[in-house]
Nanobody
């Protein structure tokens, strides 16, 4: 599976951004719809942090309390895409945002160890 994240940029506090993760797979590998998908973020000099996930069956897993109610994850299997809608952005949301995929039957969840494939990251900068 290859993941391509996009949509990052510079936004003022209180603004919104929508990140997109486009997925592709090799022939004969499991359908993308069977993968759990997630977004993580990593701020400078901090560990990578779970933001949100959506399981293969559409169930979502919320991330850290600081993003609850502001960030929403969506998956569109027909378009082979997982989006992260971010509203009411704050300077502390500044980070590189990564999308990730867990092989079918894998752990997924809220830790980086649960995911097998990673996109290259897209930078989100929120100015005060």
């Amino acid at each position: 599976v290859q993941l391509q994240a996009s949509g990052g940029g510079l936004v003022q506090a209180g603004g919104s951004l929508s990140l997109s993760c486009a997925a592709s797979r090799r022939a004969f590998s499991p359908a993308l719809s069977s993968y759990d998908m997630a977004w993580f973020r990593q701020a400078p000099e901090k560990e990578r942090e779970f933001v949100a996930a959506v399981r293969w069956n559409g169930n979502t897993i919320d991330g850290v309390d600081s993003v609850k109610g502001r960030f929403t994850i969506f998956r569109d299997d027909a378009k082979k895409r997982v989006d992260l809608q971010m509203n009411d952005l704050k300077p502390e949301d500044t980070a590189v945002y990564y999308c990730a995929a867990a092989f079918p039957g894998g752990r997924g969840g809220i830790t980086t160890e649960g995911y097998d494939y990673w996109g290259q990251g897209t930078l989100v900068t929120v100015s005060s």
